[in-house]
């Protein structure tokens, strides 16, 4: 009902695993793109992320963007290098179709996502 993709992060996330979880969400091979996407990141790590990785993520983010015009990315990250990379993605991604906001609370998250 909520038209909603909830990703789970665990451990070190790799920049291939990333693209490679976006490619496959956007193509269609895991399921029909969701409205809403929601990264739960409460239990990964990013630090092997480079600066440029991440530009590359937010420019393959919004590539893709217009196939879910309109809908809601929150980004959940309680570990300040984590939401700090999901901040720096979501300054990248102000061209996408769709809005992204960082949150450090699920339940915050899920509030935003349904409003």
Do not use: H
Request: aromatic letters at 10%; charged letters at 30%; one cysteine or more.
């Amino acid at each position: 009902s909520r038209d909603l993709t909830i990703f789970t992060c665990e451990g070190d996330l790799s920049f291939v695993e990333i693209v490679e979880v976006i490619k496959r969400f956007y193509e269609g091979t895991i399921a029909t793109p969701t409205k809403n996407v929601l990264w739960d990141a409460r239990n990964a790590r990013v630090a092997s992320l480079t600066p440029i990785q991440v530009t590359r993520i937010s420019e393959l983010s919004v590539e893709y963007s217009k196939l879910r015009e309109g809908g809601k990315t929150a980004l959940v990250a309680p570990q300040d290098v984590v939401f700090d990379t999901a901040r720096i993605f979501k300054a990248e991604t102000m061209d996408a179709k769709w809005d992204v906001t960082v949150f450090r609370n699920i339940n915050e998250a899920m509030v935003w996502i349904e409003e």
